[in-house]
């Protein structure tokens, strides 16, 4: 079974471009979360989405969206790029509601540099 | 908000020696997990403690949860090249886990 895949692994964008960045969660997963990870740093908590309803956001401003579609497959949508957006993008599936359980299986991450 | 710190943040090891990492939460926690990244890769799961006090083994490496569920431990024995990575705490705080900023092992052969 092919893991959680992300796409594009790379990408370089302006200041004040928008970037949609995609994932496909494992098959059968229906738990799909978003994490911002800056160099040097843990994982930042951005979204999760369960059964296609955001289930949770983390302190990021608005300019951070997401959606989650009927095969649970799910995009990252950020506008208004800054350089501070520079970062590893990783999407986990799950294949609970992360209720006090559900291991988290990352994909390999986009990384997004914003010049 | 919530908030998990790890201690140290870099631990530079001889081949064969011990190695711990310290994870503390501000608050009480439901679980933590732990997970290991290596250069230039995703983080992967390790293991999940959810009971008071638990103590888990896989291998090498042993993993504590603390009596008042607010801290965690990981402890590798005889370390390895291939151990090399961050190692990352994750608490759950009722919507979602936080990572903490993780420590990064190197280890020389």
């Known amino acids: 079974d092919a893991g959680v895949t992300q796409s594009p692994t790379h990408l370089i964008k302006t200041r004040g471009q928008h970037v949609t960045l995609r994932c496909s969660p494992i098959?059968?997963?229906?738990?799909v979360s978003w994490y911002q990870q800056v160099l040097g740093q843990g994982p930042q908590f951005i979204f999760q989405?369960?059964?296609?309803?955001?289930?949770g956001r983390g302190n990021f401003p608005d300019r951070f969206s997401a959606r989650q579609f009927p095969n649970y497959s799910s995009e990252l949508n950020v506008n208004a790029l800054l350089l501070g957006d520079s970062a590893l993008y990783l999407c986990?599936?799950?294949?609970?509601?992360?209720?006090?359980?559900?291991?988290?299986?990352f994909g390999e991450g986009s990384r997004l540099t914003v010049l | 908000g919530q908030q998990v710190m790890q201690i140290p943040q870099y631990q530079h090891v001889q081949e064969g020696e011990d190695f711990t990492t310290y994870c503390n939460s501000s608050?009480?926690?439901?679980?933590i997990q732990w997970y290991k990244q290596r250069p230039g890769g995703h983080p992967v799961f390790l293991i999940q403690?959810?009971?008071?006090?638990e103590v888990k083994k896989q291998k090498r490496l042993t993993f504590q949860f603390g009596e008042a569920k607010k801290n965690s431990s990981l402890h590798i024995t005889a370390t390895q090249t291939t151990d090399v990575g961050t190692y990352f705490c994750?608490?759950?705080?009722?919507?979602?886990?936080?990572f903490g900023p993780g420590t990064r092992l190197s280890v020389l052969p």
């Open positions: 994750a608490g759950y705080y009722g919507q979602n886990f936080v």
């Open positions: 098959s059968g997963h229906k738990s």
């Open positions: 989405y369960y059964e296609k309803e955001e289930r």
């Open positions: 608050t009480t926690l439901s679980n």
């Open positions: 403690l959810v009971k008071s006090g």
């Open positions: 986990a599936s799950s294949g609970t509601f992360m209720r006090n359980t559900g291991e988290l299986f």
